[in-house]
């Protein structure tokens, strides 16, 4: 049991760059710290892709809006034009 523990982790810490030497009594602490450092990772990547649907829904938002203001003040333009002729024939 201990034997596949040491090979599954002497794995994954090969796998990652680790290459340093893992001796026997260390092996709970590094599979602690490697469940850590995966489980933080896929936090990681999670919150990275949860900001980057954030920042692309915000994008739309905003285009959608300088849309509606762009027509309200082609709508203003367009109304005070109106007055203006309107004043002008009176």
Excluded at 22 to 39: A, F, G, K, W, Y
Excluded at 40 to 69: D, G, I, P
Aim: hydrophobic residues 40%.
């Amino acid at each position: 049991m201990l034997e596949h523990t040491y090979r599954n982790l002497r794995k994954h810490l090969d796998d990652l760059g680790y290459r340093q030497p893992l001796p026997v009594e260390s092996i709970p602490l590094t599979e602690r710290l490697l469940s850590d450092l995966l489980h933080t990772t896929q936090s990681l990547r999670h919150y990275k892709e949860l900001a980057q649907r954030s920042f692309e829904v915000w994008q739309f938002v905003m285009s959608k809006c300088n849309y509606l203001l762009l027509w309200r003040l082609v709508a203003l333009i367009s109304i005070s034009f109106i007055c203006n002729i309107y004043i002008i024939i009176r």
